[in-house]
């Protein structure tokens, strides 16, 4: 009974285009489900977000590339990133809230005990 599990990562050249799915299991139908990311030598930072109505958010650095959606049917949730950046080569690790709060707040997620984690995938962009 796995509760949070990322696949999809891999190695892609700049420009090119990788789908991350996360099988959220038992927090599938948490209100909001994230994606967050930690490259080498630096700090975990938020990624993008979605509420269980289909609201999402995004960092800065990734709008208009990165779409986040989430699939009922399946309880999967995914990241779409296109026009990658080498500045995108990172370990990317969904979340899940394990109790509800409105609205969504990266900040709460990872709070200790406040957050279900998957182990991550990596992606490497090259040139």
């Known amino acids: 009974q796995v509760r949070m599990v990322e696949s999809g990562g891999g190695s892609v050249v700049s420009g090119g285009s990788l789908r991350l799915s996360c099988a959220a299991s038992?927090?599938?139908?948490?209100?909001?489900l994230y994606w967050f990311r930690q490259a080498p030598g630096k700090e975990r930072e938020a990624v993008a977000v979605i509420d269980s109505d289909g609201s999402t958010d995004y960092t800065d650095s990734v709008k208009g590339r990165f779409t986040i959606s989430r699939d009922n049917a399946k309880k999967t949730l995914y990241l779409q990133m296109n026009d990658l950046y080498l500045e995108d080569t990172a370990m990317y690790y969904c979340?899940?809230?394990?109790?509800?709060?409105?609205?969504?707040?990266?900040?709460?997620?990872?709070?200790?005990?406040?957050?279900?984690w998957g182990q991550g995938t990596r992606v490497t962009v090259s040139s």
């Open positions: 979340a899940a809230d394990r109790a509800d709060r409105w609205p969504c707040d990266y900040n709460y997620v990872t709070q200790p005990g406040f957050g279900a």
């Open positions: 038992d927090y599938y139908s948490s209100h909001c």
